[in-house]
């Protein structure tokens, strides 16, 4: 069974920097694209980075300038790097993989706090 293991989370101040990853358990064919999403206390889950399989990317406007995605596709990795991070961006970040046919693989999530 595919698991997605996320890493890289943590407590920053405002400004600061956290650069997440996750990776596959086991390889992963027919992946259409790799995403990056985040859950607030209270909020709905929302889409915050994506990269489709031919490397075209996609941004919430809330990250845009601030946020990069990345991929690796030998290592079946999705990267998030996040700069200029502000409490607004306090949540959990899940990462998330589709396949050919629509089925997603999810990871357990990583909690992300910045702090004023």
């Known amino acids: 069974q595919v698991q997605l293991v996320e890493s890289g989370g943590g407590l920053v101040q405002a400004g600061g920097s956290l650069r997440l990853s996750c990776e596959s358990s086991k390889t992963i064919f027919s992946i259409n694209s790799m995403g990056w999403y985040r859950q607030a206390p209270g909020k709905q889950r929302e889409l915050v980075a994506g990269i489709s399989s031919g490397g075209r990317t996609n941004y919430a406007d809330s990250v845009k300038g601030r946020c990069t995605i990345s991929r690796d596709n030998a290592k079946n990795t999705v990267y998030l790097q996040m700069n200029s991070l502000k409490p607004e961006d306090t949540a959990v970040y899940y990462c998330?993989?589709?396949?050919?046919?629509?089925?997603?693989?999810w990871g357990q999530g990583t909690q992300v706090t910045v702090s004023s």
């Open positions: 998330c993989i589709t396949v050919s046919g629509g089925r997603n693989y």
